[in-house]
């Protein structure tokens, strides 16, 4: 259904998307409120999806990395092509303009000639050395099942593919709340590149399903070597545990909880900026700034303008260009999160009401006014849930610590960014390079660093997703998904190399050893035995 239908009527549009569901209402006279439909894959067809790729898999990995970089530069310019109407599905599907075109600014920098190029020289390099022709190299796993998240399945699901260009074979599994987007993306964009280069059926395969028999099937399935999920923490971590018992890689996007640090000297227009991105999509976006710890020496002020920006922030249709928020069906953990800052002495700066979609607060709007609190303190600052946990809703922490000397002080704002038991993001607003030499070498925690840049924005060559502790999970870094689903491995090519005097290698010739070492026998061809 429409999401601007939605807003319009809640009940008469969910309504007729459930009769719609069970064939009792004509699509035809639905029209105005349909964005389209999608068949529900059962247990029989998720499971051929991984035979499927299974068998094309081998074929597909012997392709030449040359030939198979191209789906990247057919992806791309397939979606410079359609990106108007790809973003016109993705505001039905419920993103504001503004994140959808947000998403679409993303994967062009993930297929852009730079981030791949980058990515495809870790893939493979070689070493002339003495007799030997040395090659270091990255082998696809296999089959990779990908399993995108509800609020952001079409990009998070051609994210997803990108190990294609590495060798594997992709199983995609498009979410039931908005499979459209990943559909128009895998049959639009994807397949058509696919089938350019030549390349066999059942390289890339995608249905629409729930998620729990979905992922219960790759577990058991002989044919899948990785599962790459995106979603919750508590599902995730269960996931790689599963994962790992069943002999599966688990490559995981989960919930981050992104701090910014801004210092005395920061330029707090820009600042402020940056911050405010929290709200976009209602914050309920994994990579969007989550915390802020601000030099007490200009609180005051930043907290002012943070006020006013939020102010500004309004809903509306997703059609709107100036819309950011998305609607929140379900407030009662915002509020939960709120009123426990509360009773911990946070203050309330801006915020915590309802809205309706013109921006009237209301006891039953759909919308989450940006919300902005204050917590004084940086000792005890995560006994509150909002900063502690990432609360995916337009909710801003701001604390500020204890005054105290300039170098203690950013000793204190390191080390609390480097406990963060999650680690997506982190950022820095100051003018100092020596603090923003600090933040770079200290900084461990987190698969991208920002220093005096958008939090959200992406770049070719860096790392578009990926983190570590509850964000990646054990095995988190920053997520190249061509780098994440191959595995290393070491050849050597020799030519004239007698194994016994190989066996040493460089020792023999430090001490002294003889080629004859090593018993060997010589046939004798005169022999009678012989």
Same mark, same amino acid.
């Given at each position: ?19 719609? @569901? ?12 349909? %964005? ?10 998720? @499971? ?12 597909? *990995? ?57 990515? *495809? ?26 399993? /995108? /998240? ?20 992709? %199983? ?18 994807? *397949? ?8 066999? /059926? ?17 577990? @058991? ?40 640090? %801004?210092?005395? =000297?920061?330029?707090? @227009? ?90 009237? /607060? ?16 940086? =000792? ?72 005096? =840049? ?53 020792? *023999? ?14 046939? =004798? ?6």
């Amino acid at each position: 259904m429409k999401t601007s239908s939605i807003l319009d009527d809640v009940f008469k549009s969910l309504t007729l998307k459930r009769k719609l @569901e069970r064939g009792k209402a004509d699509p035809a006279d639905a029209a105005d409120f349909v %964005v389209g439909r999608c068949a529900l894959a059962d247990d029989e067809t998720v @499971e051929e999806a991984s035979r499927k790729a299974a068998e094309a898999a081998p074929v597909w *990995a012997r392709f030449p990395l040359e030939q198979r970089l191209r789906l990247g530069q057919g992806i791309r310019e397939r979606l410079l092509r359609h990106h108007l109407e790809f973003v016109d599905l993705l505001i039905a599907e419920g993103n504001p303009r503004a994140l959808a075109e947000w998403q679409v600014a993303g994967l062009l920098e993930i297929f852009s000639e730079e981030t791949l190029g980058w990515c *495809a020289r870790q893939m493979e390099q070689s070493i002339e050395h003495g007799n030997r022709r040395m090659t270091v190299r990255r082998v696809a796993d296999g089959v990779v099942a990908v399993n /995108p /998240p509800q609020n952001a399945p079409a990009s998070s699901a051609l994210f997803g593919i990108t190990p294609l260009i590495a060798g594997n074979a992709v %199983v995609v599994r498009a979410p039931r709340s908005a499979p459209l987007g990943v559909m128009y993306a895998m049959r639009e964009l994807v *397949a058509p590149a696919l089938d350019d280069i030549g390349a066999p /059926p059942g390289t890339l395969n995608v249905f629409c399903s729930r998620p729990g028999p979905a992922i219960k099937s790759w577990l @058991e399935s002989p044919h899948i070597n990785d599962i790459f999920y995106t979603g919750g923490v508590t599902t995730g971590l269960e996931l790689e545990r599963d994962c790992v018992a069943h002999g599966k890689k688990p490559v995981l996007e989960l919930a981050g909880n992104d701090a910014v640090l %801004v210092w005395h =000297d920061a330029d707090l @227009e820009a600042a402020c900026e940056a911050l405010v991105e929290c709200f976009f999509g209602s914050g309920q976006i994994c990579m969007v700034p989550n915390q802020v710890i601000v030099h007490p020496a200009v609180a005051e002020q930043l907290l002012e303008r943070l006020r006013l920006t939020a102010s500004l922030i309004r809903p509306g249709l997703p059609e709107d260009p100036g819309a950011l928020l998305s609607p929140v069906l379900r407030s009662e953990r915002f509020y939960a999160y709120v009123q426990d800052a509360l009773d911990k002495g946070a203050t309330l700066v801006h915020g915590a009401r309802r809205m309706e979609t013109d921006g009237t /607060p209301s006891d039953t709007g759909l919308f989450l006014e940006p919300t902005v609190l204050r917590v004084d303190g940086l =000792d005890h600052c995560r006994d509150i849930e909002a900063v502690a946990e990432e609360t995916f809703f337009p909710l801003l922490p701001v604390i500020v610590p204890e005054a105290a000397p300039d170098d203690e002080l950013l000793d204190r704002m390191l080390a609390y960014v480097n406990s963060n038991p999650y680690g997506l993001r982190n950022s820095l607003w100051t003018r100092d390079e020596a603090v923003a030499d600090r933040f770079v070498d200290e900084v461990s925690n987190g698969g991208l660093l920002k220093v005096n =840049d958008s939090h959200i924005g992406f770049l070719p060559y860096l790392p578009t997703h990926g983190g570590t502790g509850r964000t990646g999970g054990a095995f988190g870094e920053a997520n190249y998904p061509m780098l994440r689903t191959t595995h290393l491995q070491g050849v050597s090519r020799a030519t004239g190399v007698r194994p016994r005097e190989a066996v040493f290698g460089a020792y *023999a010739e430090l001490a002294g050893m003889r080629p004859g070492s090593l018993p060997t026998a010589t046939p =004798d061809h005169n022999s009678e035995e012989q």
